[in-house]
Every structure is written in structure tokens, then in C-alpha cells.
């Protein structure tokens, strides 16, 4: 085992711990969901001040940044999940197999998880703060960090109610496979 795989898993087995707890505590939220906070954030910083080299527009600024801050974020929480499967799937009939499953138990949580949460941000919510931040803060930077901030509050209130129901419900648990 890599050195990286030894590190990623040590995170993993730690976030699974803690959030095998009931009532998850705010250590738990902080460490699932800041790293991809951090390359959201990047990938929108980068994206928004990448398009400004052609436009000052609001909105194509806005657009370039959500879809980066999407790349980035949605990047490292696939990554984060498809861990704590990869620990669920038993090996069973084969490697493949349970990689397989992994990947495909990670996109249904990750659905499950963000979806509702997306939907509203991705369509209303974030383009709006994302637009209103750079047309209330003159500096770009200023403005997408304001209308980021004030987007992923909503967010995390329903993300988290979605990730508690796929715990509680044991969508995030033991497979059927690993039952016996």
C-alpha cells in the first residue's frame, strides 16, 4: 500500500468513526466536506477570474465560476465516497466487481446526498448570490467569495439533511453482501 492510499484510508476510517455516531458532531461536517470545499473554491476563483480576461459581464463570470466551483467540489467528494464504499463492497465474485459497485453506490449517494440540494442551488440559488456578489462587490474576487458564502449556507442545510437520511436510513452502510 502507497504511502497516499495508507493516508487516504487512515482519513476514511476516521470520518467513517466519527460518523458512525449519532447526532454528528460539527469535527465530522468539518472533515468531509472542506477539502472539497477547498477545490471548490479554488476551481471557482480560477474559473471566475479566468473568464474576466474576455468579460467584465456578471453573469458569464457567475456562469465560469459555478461550473468550476461544480468540477472541483463534485471531483474530491466522488473521491471521499467512493473510499468509504470501496470499505462497504466486499470483494466477493472479484476486484472489478466490487470496484464496480463502488462506483456505482457512490454516484446513487452522491444523488441522494446533493441532489435535492443541487437542483436548488445550481438553478437559483448560486447563480443569483454568485451574480449579486459581483455586481454589489466591484472586486471580483470580493464579490464571488460573498455570493459562494451566502449560497453554501443553503446548501449545507439541505445537503446535511440528505446526508443524515442516507445514514440513518443505512443507504451508506453494509451491502446486502456483507449481511452474513
Known amino acids: 500500500m502507497s504511502a497516499v492510499e495508507h493516508a487516504a484510508s487512515a482519513a476514511i476510517e476516521e470520518v467513517a468513526d466519527d460518523g458512525n455516531r449519532t447526532g454528528h458532531g460539527i469535527r465530522f461536517w468539518i472533515h468531509r466536506y472542506l477539502p472539497a470545499e477547498i477545490v471548490g473554491t479554488a476551481a471557482l476563483m480560477l474559473a471566475g477570474f479566468g473568464v474576466t480576461a474576455w468579460t467584465d459581464a456578471p453573469a458569464v463570470i457567475a456562469v465560469a465560476a459555478l461550473i468550476g466551483e461544480s468540477i472541483g467540489f463534485y471531483a474530491v467528494l466522488a473521491f471521499t465516497v467512493y473510499l468509504e464504499q470501496i470499505r462497504v463492497v466486499r470483494p466477493g465474485r472479484g476486484i472489478t466487481r466490487s470496484r464496480r459497485r463502488a462506483g456505482v453506490r457512490t454516484l446513487l449517494l452522491l444523488a441522494a446526498e446533493f441532489g435535492p ?4 442551488d445550481s438553478l437559483l ?13 466591484p472586486d471580483p474576487f470580493w464579490g464571488l467569495l460573498a455570493g459562494k458564502v451566502v449560497a453554501d449556507i443553503v446548501f449545507y442545510v439541505i445537503a446535511a439533511g440528505a446526508f443524515t437520511v442516507t445514514d440513518r436510513t443505512g443507504l451508506r452502510g453494509a451491502t446486502e453482501e456483507n449481511a452474513s
Not at 440540494?117 to 436548488?120: A, G, H, I, K
Open 117 to 120: 440540494s443541487e437542483l436548488l
Open 125 to 137: 440559488i448560486r447563480p443569483a448570490a454568485l451574480v449579486l456578489g459581483v455586481w454589489l462587490i
